[in-house]
C-alpha cells in the first residue's frame, strides 16, 4: 500500500444484493470496499473514485462483467481487474482475458481465502506497475537535465 493509512480500494460489482453485502462484510476491515448492483453504477464509481482493484461479476442483466471491464479500460486501464462466474463459460473467460484485459479469474461461489489471496497478488503487481511508471517519469526528467547540461557545456 502506499502508506500505512491507505487501504486498497476495491469495487466489487454483482447483481445480486446477498454478494455485496457479504463481500462488504467480509473484507470492509482489511479495504477500502466500494460496491455497485449493476455495470452503469460501478462506471459511475470508476470516474469519480481512485479504484485499485475491480472484481465483477461476469452475468448482470445490464451488461456483462466483460462488457464494463471494456468500458473500464476506456475511463481507467490502471485498476486490476478479477472476473467472477458461477457459470463455466469458456467463451467469457476467453472475452474477459482478450478484451477484459483481466488479472485473474475465479469461480462463484468465491471463499475468503482464494479471493483476499488473488487481491493481494493483484496488488502487488498493480503497484509494481505505479512505481514503474514513476521511475519512467524520473528518468525521462533526469534526462532532459541531462541534455540541458550538455548543450549548455557545448556553448560554452
Not at 487501504?7 to 457479504?22: F, G, P
Not at 464494463?68 to 479500460?73: P, Q
Request: proline share 4%; aromatic share 8%.
Amino acid at each position: 500500500m502506499e502508506n500505512k493509512k491507505d487501504k486498497i480500494a476495491i469495487l466489487y460489482v454483482d447483481d445480486e444484493e446477498n454478494n455485496l453485502i457479504s463481500f462488504k462484510a467480509t473484507f470492509r476491515l482489511k479495504y477500502k470496499v466500494y460496491t455497485a448492483i449493476n455495470g452503469p453504477t460501478a462506471i459511475d464509481i470508476v470516474k469519480k473514485k481512485p479504484i485499485d482493484i475491480i472484481i465483477t461479476d461476469q452475468r448482470m442483466p445490464d451488461m456483462t462483467g466483460v462488457e464494463f471491464l471494456e468500458e473500464v479500460i476506456k475511463i481507467n486501464p490502471e485498476p486490476m481487474r478479477i472476473l467472477l462466474t458461477g457459470y463455466t463459460d469458456m467463451a467469457a473467460v476467453i472475452d474477459a482475458v482478450n478484451k477484459g484485459k483481466i488479472f485473474h479469474y475465479l469461480n462463484k461461489p468465491w471463499s475468503e481465502e482464494e479471493l483476499d489471496k488473488t487481491i493481494q497478488r493483484a496488488y502487488e503487481v498493480y503497484a509494481e506497475r505505479k512505481k514503474i511508471v514513476e521511475q519512467n517519469s524520473k528518468l525521462e526528467v533526469s534526462n532532459e537535465q541531462l541534455e540541458f547540461l550538455l548543450r549548455q557545456k557545448l556553448l560554452s
